[in-house]
């Protein structure tokens, strides 16, 4: 568990389900992501992760070391981030950039032979981009077409 101000990042478990169920986005926000709500269940090589604030789930994403991977990266220990969201009743605290922050070390502590964190940005979703752009993230170069359009994928190397 790693700390950053009130705000730590832990493996899914069944005590947030509720909480994670209830999460909304606002339209122009949704179009990005997938809602926790649609991670029931995930399939071998998927990490649920929930941001808390004080043990109370505001925000969550999905790690993955599948093989989809590849579509991002030719590191074969690198992890994909998708479908990060932060509840809309908890947005502009700041707990999305407080997430980005201690990812870096929360997979060197629970995923020790990764070494790269890649994502994919839709192109459209510009306060995304600056956020992970601010926060060290780098465009490879690479392009993926996305259910929506055009993504940069972006890279850091841990």
């Given at each position: 568990?790693?700390?950053?101000?009130?705000?730590?990042?832990?493996?899914?478990?069944?005590?947030?389900?509720?909480?994670?169920?209830?999460?909304q986005?606002?339209?122009?926000?949704?179009?990005?992501?997938?809602?926790?709500?649609?991670?029931?269940?995930?399939?071998?090589?998927?990490f649920?992760?929930?941001?808390?604030?004080?043990?109370?789930p505001?925000?969550?994403?999905?790690?993955?070391?599948?093989?989809?991977?590849?579509?991002?990266?030719?590191?074969?220990?690198?992890?994909?981030?998708?479908?990060l969201?932060?509840?809309?009743?908890?947005?502009?605290?700041?707990?999305?950039?407080?997430?980005?922050?201690?990812?870096?070390?929360?997979?060197?502590?629970?995923?020790?032979?990764c070494?790269?964190i890649?994502?994919?940005?839709?192109?459209k979703?510009?306060?995304?981009?600056?956020l992970?752009?601010?926060?060290?993230?780098?465009?490879?170069?690479?392009?993926?077409?996305?259910?929506?359009?055009?993504?940069?994928?972006?890279?850091?190397?841990?």
């Amino acid at each position: 568990m790693k700390r950053v101000n009130q705000v730590t990042l832990e493996h899914f478990s069944n005590e947030y389900f509720d909480d994670l169920a209830s999460f909304q986005l606002p339209e122009e926000q949704a179009k990005f992501t997938t809602l926790p709500s649609k991670y029931v269940e995930v399939t071998e090589g998927q990490f649920r992760i929930v941001i808390l604030k004080e043990n109370e789930p505001v925000g969550f994403f999905l790690l993955h070391s599948t093989k989809r991977v590849k579509e991002y990266s030719d590191n074969p220990n690198a992890m994909l981030l998708t479908s990060l969201s932060v509840n809309q009743a908890q947005q502009g605290q700041g707990y999305a950039k407080q997430a980005i922050s201690l990812l870096g070390d929360f997979i060197k502590s629970e995923f020790v032979n990764c070494n790269e964190i890649v994502l994919a940005v839709n192109h459209k979703n510009t306060s995304a981009h600056k956020l992970y752009s601010k926060m060290g993230y780098e465009d490879t170069g690479r392009r993926i077409n996305g259910p929506i359009g055009e993504q940069f994928v972006m890279s850091l190397l841990l």
